[in-house]
Each structure stands twice: as C-alpha cells, then as structure tokens.
C-alpha cells in the first residue's frame, strides 16, 4: 500500500487545524524539549547564574546548533523541506547533532559541570547515534523518542506525578500531532516511544538521573 504524502507537505494545505498541527509540531520540537529540560536540569542541579550558563553550554551545542545546520541545509537546498521525510536528508543532521551533543559532553565533564547535564549530553549522543543508524534504515519518529524521553527523564529527577502532569500531555499531544500531519505510521510512533524510554534507562544503572 502506498504511503499518502504528509497533509502540511504542499505550502496550499497549510490552513486551519492542518496549519495549528505543524506550528505545534515545529514548535515542540525535539531540539526545543531538550533546551527545556537541560535548563531545568542546570538550574536544579546548580540554582543561580551557574546553573543558567552551564544550561546555555548545553542548549548552545545540543539544540541551537543543530536548528542552524538544518536551516543552513533547507536555504542550500541539500533537503527539501524542514521535517525531512526522505530519510536519506537525515544523514548529515544527524551525525552533525551526535558531534555537538559529544562536544556538550566533553565540555561540561571535563570543566566539573553538573552530572545531570552530563549525563543528559551523553544521552543525547546515544540516542541521536541510535537513531541515525536507524534512520538509514527506516523512518523512526524523532518527535515521539524525544518526547517519551522527556517525560521519563523528568518523572525520574522530579518525580512521577510531576511527568504525569507535565510529560504524559506532552508525549500525547506531539504523538497525535504527528500521526494527523501523516508524518509517521504508529509503527514509527511506537518505536521513537520505546527508543526514547530504553536510551534513558539504560544510562540509570551507570547513575545517571537518580539524583542531583
């Protein structure tokens, strides 16, 4: 069965509730629940200026400039259109976003930055790592791993009820958005889900993300 092309993939079809979907999708972006939780993650570890600037380290190399090589790439016309549907777009975005997270790692572990940032940067390269390798493969959804890490990530530094109230809506809302927009199957949805939860837990028995 052949796979119907995205409803916002023609600039015509973007009006109404099609238009809202792809602001919000664009918007909750995984780039931008990153920037949220690193700076949540540095000013609870590290309250004050401290905390806010080791948050900008992360926020600059995780997620400002991986944003700036996906607008470098759309303005040089290397990939058609900003959410990249043809997987084989993906590629350098990807391997971009693994160097930057692993340069957020090095930074923030080798000058004494907060372990849940480093930890969070280290997750970041194995999840983006993870996800490049599939992606030569088979379309996953970024959008829903990084949604589903987000959420576990803030019930295990938090608490639970914290993510049931702030991560679940998130994961819910971003998983719908992207299924209506017919950007991925439920089998894609399904897998960024499980991606996201493994990535998080497997780095907890190695300490990460149990306290601060």
């Known amino acids: 069965m052949k796979k119907l092309p995205p409803l916002d993939l023609l600039v015509q079809n973007r009006t109404g509730v099609i ?18 939780v690193g700076l949540a993650f540095g000013l609870y570890a590290r309250p004050g200026l401290v905390g806010f600037l080791w948050a900008a380290v992360y926020g600059l190399l995780v997620s400002l400039a991986p944003i700036l090589v996906v607008l470098y790439l759309l303005r040089s016309g290397r990939i058609a259109e900003l959410h990249m549907s043809n997987t084989r777009e993906r590629h350098i975005p990807y391997l971009s976003a693994v160097l930057f997270a692993g340069v957020a790692y090095g930074l923030i572990a080798g000058f004494n930055g907060p372990d849940l940032l480093r ?4 997750f970041n390269v194995i999840e983006l790592a993870a996800l490049a390798a599939i992606n030569s493969l088979w379309l996953i959804s970024l959008h829903a791993t990084g949604a589903m890490a987000s959420a576990v990530l803030v019930g295990l530094v938090f608490g639970w009820p914290v993510s049931l109230w702030v991560g679940i809506p998130l994961v819910v809302s971003v998983c719908w958005v992207r299924l209506f927009l017919k950007r991925h199957t439920m089998a894609q949805i399904l897998a960024g889900l499980g991606l996201g939860t493994a990535v998080v837990l ?7 993300f149990v306290s601060a």
């Open 19 to 36: 238009r809202a979907a792809r602001v919000y999708s664009n918007v909750v972006s995984p780039p931008v629940m990153f920037a949220v």
């Open 119 to 122: 930890c969070l940067a280290l």
């Open 202 to 208: 497997v780095l907890v028995p190695f300490g990460c």
